[in-house]
């Protein structure tokens, strides 16, 4: 089945230590988002691609960065995660932007 | 400036009843999508229905139903014959069609219970 995939499911960072979450698929979308979401929130958006193009929410932290080599994967970098960045970040993905966005199934982010 | 709003932050349901999630929201576009998606306590969001709004037509999925009121900016989603499975948040969402923002503009969404 075509799917959306996130590792790991489960990351423990500590303050300050850089990580990177990854988020691939074989749903062959040219768009890729990145949300972040805590708990008992709505997601919110943190940048996608629109095929090569990076495209920055204008209230996203510079700690937060991302990369896409290709079309199936996406990564999330966090430079130097603080307790605030704890949360559950989910990937996404779209054919075109104003279509359904298909979800992984989230990375839950512990900071210590 | 788009909104979505979720006014029941919660609801129950018996098993097999029917149940009706409540979404407004407002845009100055004319062209857009709606979209419910389920997020399962745990487990990955889902898109449960999605409509357009230039159809006038609502969309249905199996026992998943939504009330399109343009003029009236109102979204509502009905499950019937509710499963102890539907049990989740459920997330009302707009997209505008064009443009090169990205975002989802999210209600804060409705938990839903099912009970037996």
């Known amino acids: 089945d075509a799917m959306v995939i996130q590792n790991p499911r489960y990351q423990v960072t500590q303050f300050g230590k850089p990580v990177t979450l990854s988020c691939s698929q074989t749903?062959?979308?040219?768009?890729m988002y990145w949300y972040q979401q805590k708990s008992s929130q709505a997601p919110k958006l943190l940048f996608h691609?629109?095929?090569?193009?990076?495209?920055n929410e204008a209230d996203t932290p510079d700690n937060f960065q991302s990369r896409r080599p290709n079309t199936s994967f996406c990564f999330l970098d966090i430079r130097s995660p603080g307790l605030g960045d704890a949360a559950m970040y989910l990937c996404?993905?779209?054919?075109?932007?104003?279509?359904?966005?298909?979800f992984g199934p989230g990375t839950r982010l512990t900071v210590t | 400036a788009q909104t979505v709003t979720q006014s029941q932050p919660e609801m129950s349901v018996q098993e097999a009843e029917t149940v009706t999630l409540s979404c407004t929201y407002d845009?100055?576009?004319?062209?857009?999508?709606l979209f419910w998606y389920k997020q399962p306590p745990s487990r990955q969001m889902i898109l449960v229905i999605r409509?357009?709004?230039?159809?006038?037509q609502n969309a249905t999925e199996n026992r998943f139903s939504v009330n399109f009121q343009k003029a009236a900016k109102s979204f509502s989603l009905k499950i019937s014959d509710s499963q102890l499975g539907d049990t989740a948040m459920y997330f009302c969402?707009?997209?505008?069609?064009?443009?090169?923002?990205?975002?989802?503009?999210f209600g804060k969404g409705t938990k839903l219970s099912v009970k037996p």
């Open positions: 749903l062959n979308h040219n768009v």
């Open positions: 691609y629109y095929d090569k193009d990076f495209n």
């Open positions: 845009t100055s576009e004319n062209n857009y999508y």
């Open positions: 969402a707009l997209r505008i069609y064009g443009g090169s923002q990205g975002n989802l503009i």
């Open positions: 409509q357009e709004a230039y159809k006038q």
């Open positions: 996404a993905t779209s054919r075109d932007r104003p279509r359904e966005q298909y």
